[in-house]
């Protein structure tokens, strides 16, 4: 399977922590995307970081890119407990469709 | 403006019955995808539409699945003869163009149920 892996595959932690979340890949990619899913409902995109990138910003989501490690990480600053949900990564290649990883089930306790 | 919409939400069904999902994408949107999801489980890509080219359907599973899209709107996926391994939430998502610097905008799925 070329699907990427995250880690950990579970993570609890109290409101206004910081949560990381770490995606390894397997492709060669042109963009990485993160990808947040409440349960019962679809994906929303969350950020997307290109290939020639190393760090981008968007609120209090921070990612980085490391392509000679293949693999990326996402923070959560300060989360909320409305960030309770599962996060995924996905590879952008050449071709159109993406590679989605198992996904991080983040929960944020009040 | 609407979202990627899919119907039905729930669907319940009997072992070798053929089951057909709608996804309507999101208006002027070229690319289509399909997405099937187990419990606690990752997206596994099943079958991407571009515009008017063929479509990849390398992810489709076993020739029980199909999918058909008419022009650059409705899509359906059927599954005949359904097996107890079919449960699963399938997802449908569109994107402006099928460059994959585009972000995927997601259906909330179709929960599938095969008893």
């Known amino acids: 399977s070329q699907q990427g892996e995250e880690d950990p595959q579970a993570l609890s932690i109290q409101e206004g922590e910081n949560a990381t979340m770490n995606c390894s890949y397997k492709?060669?990619?042109?963009?990485l995307q993160w990808y947040r899913q409440n349960s019962g409902r679809g994906l929303v995109h969350l950020i997307l970081i290109r290939s020639n990138e190393r760090e981008k910003h968007s609120g209090r989501l921070r990612v980085t890119l490391d392509t000679s490690k293949k693999s990326s990480s996402l923070l959560i600053t300060a989360s909320r407990a409305a960030d309770t949900a599962s996060y995924f990564c996905a590879e952008g290649g050449s071709q159109g469709n993406l590679i989605f990883g198992k996904g991080t089930k983040l929960s944020v306790k009040p | 403006g609407a979202g990627v919409s899919q119907s039905p939400s729930n669907k319940v069904t009997e072992k070798g019955k053929d089951v057909e999902l709608r996804c309507d994408p999101i208006?002027?949107?070229?690319?289509l995808y399909w997405y099937r999801q187990r419990l606690g489980q990752g997206l596994e890509f099943l079958i991407y539409f571009q515009g008017n080219s063929a479509p990849d359907k390398s992810g489709l599973p076993s020739d029980r699945f199909s999918a058909e899209r008419t022009g650059e709107s409705v899509s359906t996926l059927t599954i005949q003869r359904t097996q107890q391994e079919d449960s699963a939430v399938y997802l449908c998502a569109s994107s402006f163009s099928g460059n994959s610097n585009q972000p995927q905008h997601f259906g909330d799925g179709t929960r599938l149920s095969i008893l």
């Open positions: 492709t060669s990619i042109n963009n």
């Open positions: 208006s002027g949107h070229t690319a």
